[in-house]
């Protein structure tokens, strides 16, 4: 007890088994826990997988997004990448730095992580979760619960807040152990381990890599876009093809919220296309070819695309691109 309270923990949530794990096995020391989320513009996962173990837990969950700050960390992460364009020590120091804002409204004694040492090669060696700790303020005060005994003792284990003797030693990147103890916890349907995130995956990579290479930088209007449809780019200029109606409907929203040039084919199913950059007759001429590509048109026939830009809209007859004409622009 802390002057007549039981001690408070704040636990960063993903919604997958490990931190889940992690605020049982506090929760089953007596410690109050409230959970903090977060979410990027390039998260994947159902949120209301978090939701519902919040409610099942007892647990308070602030949801927390964030937007430009971690977009400028993607562009240029001082930590650099993971595997593919994940800044995952600077995304884990700006979370950290957020979390302790709120651990420190809500009077948590401590944060919590579902870490597990040696699990992630980049952000999870001991070196790399201390100098996280360090950069974001809060030396000493993160407990993780899966790996606890492995690693340096922490404040709230030190002042007898939590019994160091009730947590865990788990090391490396087999689950055994996370998987025997959900099953005796009940815990089902969670969110999949390191599948949180569009910027690990190879081929959203390269799209990444591609506008940071023309652009350098990352607006939430970016990584909107580069979410959605087929992407080429042409003449230094970007080019996205929807590819179903959901799609479709998504890009014609933010080109005419942002007054960006698009393309429809008239009198026939077919994509709605978004010209992203400086656009001249020769890119409206190649993206016109390749959204007849991808609508139901027949093959070979001339074809009309409206071309919409600002103001103005222009028609233009043309044929479907060949298909290796068209693989030279892909991303």
Known sequence: MLGGRRPKALALFSGGLDSLLAIRLVLDQ????????????????????????GEELGVRVHKVFL??????????????????????????????????????????????????????????????????????GLEGRVLRPLSARLMPE???????????????A????????????????????????????LLTDPAFARRVRDHLRYEGRL?????????VGRHFRVYGVKVIVGRNREENEKLLSLAEKHGIPYLRVEGYKGPVTLCVGRVDDAVLDLASRMTV????????????????????????????IGDDELARFRV
């Open 30 to 53: 007596g410690v109050d826990v409230e959970a903090v989320h977060f979410v990027t513009p390039f998260s994947v996962g159902d949120e209301r997988v978090v939701d519902r173990f």
């Open 67 to 136: 937007g430009q700050e971690f977009l400028d960390l993607v562009a240029d992460p001082p930590h650099g990448y993971g595997s593919q364009v994940n800044p995952c020590i600077d995304c884990r120091i700006l979370m950290f730095k957020k979390a302790r804002e709120i651990a420190g409204r809500v009077g948590a004694d401590f944060l919590v992580t579902g870490e597990v040492l040696d699990e992630r090669p980049f952000s999870q060696r001991m070196e790399a979760m201390l100098l996280i700790e360090r950069e974001a």
């Open 154 to 168: 922490t404040e709230a284990e030190r002042l007898g807040l939590v019994d160091r003797g009730g947590f865990l």
């Open 170 to 197: 788990i090391r490396g990147r087999r689950r055994t152990v996370q998987l025997r103890l959900a099953e005796k916890f009940g815990f089902r349907d969670y969110l999949t381990p390191s599948g949180g995130c």
């Open 219 to 227: 607006t939430l209007v970016d990584a909107a876009l580069l979410r």
């Open 293 to 320: 590509r991808y609508s139901d048109a027949p093959g070979g026939l001339p074809v009309r695309v409206v071309c919409v830009c600002g103001g103005s809209r222009e028609v233009r007859v043309v044929r479907a």
